[in-house]
């Protein structure tokens, strides 16, 4: 199957310093790429859609310019957590849908942690 | 958003035995697909069900769709440790957002 590579799997930062996580789709062209965070023992939030070229669309609630998205091209979308802050800790998550089809899938996750 | 219902919200079981999970939705689906989740780890896709579709094999995986009832369930035959983790359904809409329930906590029993 199609794969979607995030990177890191794993980020410890200070707070107050921006932490970038990127998300490739490997072997397709991703016309849209989701962002989500899960929390402890919850379900995934879906934080934001991205479109290649165009800017994201973001959940109610979720602060756009804290969590910046960039899809510039149709294989990598990135997610900017800026001046972040220890509630900020979570695990992201991405998924990537090639234009026309239904399936989407999934990266491995970043854990991020600040401290 | 077309947010659906898994149930149950966790199912503990012992290895060997078969477990079933079941999802709900509301409005009309392109397909739907199941997924699991082992703690802190991402998501890993299962199986997919297209609505024009009632049943599909993966494995020890059986997934049914019942569009009338507006519902689909996951059967995993013959459990094993390693089946343990959260299953989820995402419904699929088109063009809408790709939303996740609570999931189903699977527990299984050694």
């Known amino acids: 199957g199609a794969v979607v590579s995030q990177h890191p799997s794993r980020v410890i930062c200070k707070s107050g310093t921006s932490v970038k996580i990127e998300c490739r789709s490997l072997d397709f062209q991703a016309t849209t790429m989701f962002w989500y965070r899960q929390f402890p023992k919850q379900s995934l939030m879906l934080m934001a859609t991205?479109?290649?070229?165009?800017?994201?669309?973001?959940e109610q609630g979720v602060e756009k310019d804290k969590f910046l998205i960039n899809h510039a091209s149709l294989t990598l979308s990135t997610l900017t957590v800026t001046s972040a802050h220890p509630e900020d800790s979570s695990f992201y998550i991405c998924?990537?849908?090639?234009?026309?089809?239904?399936?989407?899938?999934f990266g491995q996750g970043t854990r991020l942690t600040v401290v | 958003s077309q947010q659906g219902e898994e149930d149950p919200q966790a199912l503990s079981i012992q290895e060997g035995e078969n477990a079933t999970m079941n999802c709900s939705y509301k409005?009309?689906?392109?397909?739907l697909q199941w997924y699991r989740q082992n703690s802190g780890r991402g998501l890993v896709h299962l199986i997919l069900?297209?609505?024009?579709?009632r049943e599909k094999h993966s494995g020890r995986l059986r997934v049914t769709l019942d569009t009338s009832k507006k519902s689909s369930s996951l059967l995993i035959t013959a459990s094993r440790a390693a089946d343990t983790a959260s299953y989820f359904c995402?419904?699929?809409?088109?063009?809408?957002?790709?939303?996740f329930g609570t999931g189903t906590r699977l527990t299984i029993i050694p």
């Open positions: 995402d419904k699929f809409f088109g063009n809408e957002k790709l939303t």
């Open positions: 991205s479109n290649e070229g165009s800017k994201a669309t973001y």
């Open positions: 409005t009309s689906i392109n397909n």
């Open positions: 069900i297209r609505s024009n579709e």
């Open positions: 998924s990537a849908l090639e234009g026309g089809n239904t399936e989407a899938f």
